[in-house]
């Protein structure tokens, strides 16, 4: 069981590492990719960087630098958080047990921009089974998704109903579905009766549904917070004075907390978060 499971290896998530190995705490970091710090992104304005340096590089200077400590830092993909008496991490490889988590997953960037999507967004669109799931039992839903974070929803949805459509909107689907429709158009619209949603528009037809789920791409801290019961407000999630959030033992820092979304208050957030974690799990 690791102290603390930091999910993003990004300048909050790598900061929050160093100061907790350097507290002699058992930490994990897991990571999928560069975040906001991909390819052709330049940072000149962070401190000691003469000439600045690219978002990659400083990505893999922290990562290293953590490694050297003696940091685990693993590059998969973090699909659910579950807490009962503890924290257990699930990724698209394995699934890891801490007695407390930090989220530090950055912004998120994937929604759907298709017409209908805002305004039925919240009106049988959500983005989250385990939280309104039950308001919909026995109903015929659509899925849209394609990969584990997918297949990870619909196992929580057929506890539910059986009528589920699964709709890759366009992507390729990177998983086994069995037993269930899979529809792989280009979903162009949501329409319905001003109220609620009642039908996706697909390239090639138009299908029935009571509600929507999304699970694309990648989960990231909000989706992370409405599964476990985490305050969020928009797309920040609600902290306290210490980075805590309303859930004992969970913790959040960097882009994903909001304010001014730099490198340099990233890793404050991370280094703040890591003081007060250290002093909980002392307890
Ligand atoms: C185009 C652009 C230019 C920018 N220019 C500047 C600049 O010049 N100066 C500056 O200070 N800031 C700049 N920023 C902002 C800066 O990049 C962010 O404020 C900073 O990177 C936030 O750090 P973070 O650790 O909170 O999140 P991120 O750096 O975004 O890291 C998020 C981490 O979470 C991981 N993650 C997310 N979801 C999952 C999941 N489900 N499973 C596993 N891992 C997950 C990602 O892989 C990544 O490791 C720029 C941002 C962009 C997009």
């Given at each position: 069981m690791y102290d603390t499971i930091i999910i993003g290896k990004g300048p909050a998530g790598i900061s929050a590492a160093i100061y907790?190995?350097?507290s002699n705490k058992h930490v994990l970091v897991i990571g999928k990719d560069n975040g906001s710090l991909y390819d052709g992104v330049m940072i000149d304005n962070y401190y000691g960087f003469p000439g600045g340096i690219s978002g990659t590089e400083l990505i893999e200077r922290g990562v290293k630098q953590a490694t050297e400590f003696g940091i685990e830092v693993l590059q998969e993909e973090v699909i659910a958080i579950d807490k009962l008496d503890h924290f257990t991490v699930t990724t698209n490889k394995n699934t890891y047990e801490a007695k407390t988590v930090l989220l530090a997953t950055g912004k998120p960037r994937t929604t759907l921009r298709i017409k209908g999507f805002q305004q039925y967004r919240g009106k049988g669109i959500s983005f989250c089974v385990t939280c309104d799931g039950f308001f919909f039992r026995g109903k015929h839903l659509a899925l849209i998704g394609y990969n584990d974070f997918m297949l990870h929803e619909l196992k929580d949805m057929e506890f539910l109903t059986d009528k589920i459509t699964i709709f890759t909107n366009g992507n390729p689907l990177t998983v086994p579905v069995e037993g269930?429709?899979?529809?792989?158009?280009?979903?162009?619209?949501?329409?319905?009766?001003?109220e609620v949603a009642k039908s996706i528009l697909t390239e090639n037809?138009?299908?029935?549904?009571?509600?929507?789920?999304?699970?694309?791409?990648s989960p990231g801290a909000v989706d992370f917070a409405t599964r476990i019961g985490a305050l969020v407000e928009g797309?920040?999630?609600?902290?306290?004075?210490?980075?805590?959030?309303?859930?004992e033992g969970l913790f959040a820092a960097g882009d994903t907390v909001g304010g001014v979304l730099q490198v340099a208050k990233a890793a404050?957030?991370?280094?703040?978060?890591?003081?007060?974690?250290?002093?909980?799990l002392k307890k």
């Open positions: 907790l190995k350097r269930y429709p899979v529809v792989e158009d280009k979903i162009i619209e949501i329409t319905g009766d001003g037809g138009e299908y029935a549904i009571d509600g929507i789920f999304v699970a694309l791409g797309s920040n999630l609600v902290v306290n004075e210490d980075f805590q959030t309303n859930i404050a957030d991370g280094m703040h978060a890591a003081i007060a974690l250290k002093k909980i």
